[in-house]
Structures are given as C-alpha cells and as structure tokens.
C-alpha cells in the first residue's frame, strides 16, 4: 500500500505563492492518478486538482484553474502543487490522494490512498 506524506504548508500573505509537494512511497507511483483536495473549517472536502500517470492530463477545479499547477516527477515518487495568486478563500488543509487507475478522477470516493494533510493560511 503507498504512503502519502504531503509539506509545503505554511502562512502567506494574500497575492503570494506556495508549492506543496507529496511524497509517495510506492514504486509504482507512475501508474497511480493523483490529485489535490482540501478542507476548509466547517466544509466539506473539495476537489482542486487532478493529474495523469505521466502527467499529460490534468484537471483543476474552476476555483483555481489559473492560478494553480499541478505536476509530478515519476522518477522521485513526487507530486506537487504551485499556488499563485493566493486567496483567503484558499486557506484549507490541502490532502494528497491517489488511486491506481487509467482514468483521471474528481470525485473525493473514488481515490484509495490519502495522505495526513498540510495546513495552508492566507492572509487579507
């Protein structure tokens, strides 16, 4: 079973830039599709971001498309996530995910392994 260790979090003032980074500890990792989720207090869940096995596919919710970039590096098990222009309204808990599978998936039920979560402020 892979393990997902997410860091990158921290405090950034409205407008900056972050890039959170996953660590995967399956081998396998190129044919695991990954994606991005978060949390808000009070909230579900949301689905932020998504990516193919070799990274020639991805998916962003409407919410970040723009200022967001998912990729992944196969070859150190890395997936990462560049946030720019960031919002108050980004501040969240962000959660890794994965699922080994062909099609590259949204839906919060649809993937097997999550990581512990890096919690992400941003300031007005």
């Known amino acids: 079973q892979v393990q997902l260790v997410e860091s990158g979090g921290g405090l950034v ?3 900056g830039s972050l ?3 996953c660590a995967a500890s399956e081998r396998t990792f190129s044919s ?3 994606g991005w989720f978060r949390q808000a207090p009070g909230k579900e869940r949301e689905f932020v971001a998504a990516i193919s096995w070799i990274g020639d596919s991805t998916y962003y919710a409407d919410s970040v498309k723009g ?3 998912i990729s ?3 070859a150190k098990n890395m997936l990462y ?3 720019n222009s960031l919002k108050p309204e980004d501040t969240a808990v962000y959660y890794c995910a994965a699922r080994r ?3 590259i998936i949204t839906a ?3 993937y097997d392994y999550w990581g512990q979560g890096t919690q992400v402020t941003v300031s007005s």
Request: proline share 0%; aromatic share 8%; glycine share 4%.
């Open 81 to 83: 996530l560049q946030m």
């Open 67 to 69: 200022r967001f970039t």
């Open 13 to 15: 003032q409205a407008g």
């Open 19 to 21: 890039r959170l980074s």
């Open 108 to 110: 919060r039920n649809e």
């Open 32 to 34: 695991y599709v990954m």
């Open 101 to 103: 599978t062909m099609r």
């Open 72 to 74: 992944r590096d196969n």
